[in-house]
């Protein structure tokens, strides 16, 4: 099993920047893939950026991508989210998920979710 724990969430303006974090411990041996999730209210949790642990390959949705950016810091295990250019639609519980799965990160393959974060854009 692995523990998922987010920081960095918070209040930005439209065009601002915020940095997310997420540190795992527990089997972390065992993921393949991090990356993060968002669920807006009234609204089914979509995909926002993928890493894969070995290589670090990132992938990113249409909605964020020249936007966000996911790294990786193995030797901390923790997975960042850099979101730039911050919309008002950007707002949602951002969600840090982990994989076993050596396909990208869909939400029916995650092992384990973090508790969530609160990101809130203002116009």
């Known amino acids: 099993q692995v523990q998922l724990v987010e920081s960095g969430g918070g209040l930005a303006q439209a065009g601002g920047s915020l940095r997310l974090a997420c540190v795992a411990s527990?089997?972390?041996?065992?993921?393949?893939?991090m990356g993060w999730f968002r669920q807006a209210p009234g609204k089914e949790r979509e995909f926002v950026a993928g890493i894969y642990w070995t290589g670090g390959r990132t992938y990113y949705a249409d909605s964020v991508k020249g936007r966000f950016t996911i790294s990786r810091d193995s030797a901390k295990n923790t997975v960042y989210l850099q979101m730039n250019s911050l919309k008002p639609e950007d707002t949602a519980i951002y969600y840090c998920?982990?994989?076993?799965?050596?396909?990208?990160?869909?939400?029916?393959?995650?092992?384990?979710w973090g508790q969530g974060t609160q990101v809130t854009v203002s116009s």
């Open positions: 998920a982990a994989s076993t799965s050596s396909s990208r990160l869909q939400v029916g393959q995650v092992g384990s």
């Open positions: 527990g089997r972390t041996f065992s993921n393949n893939n």
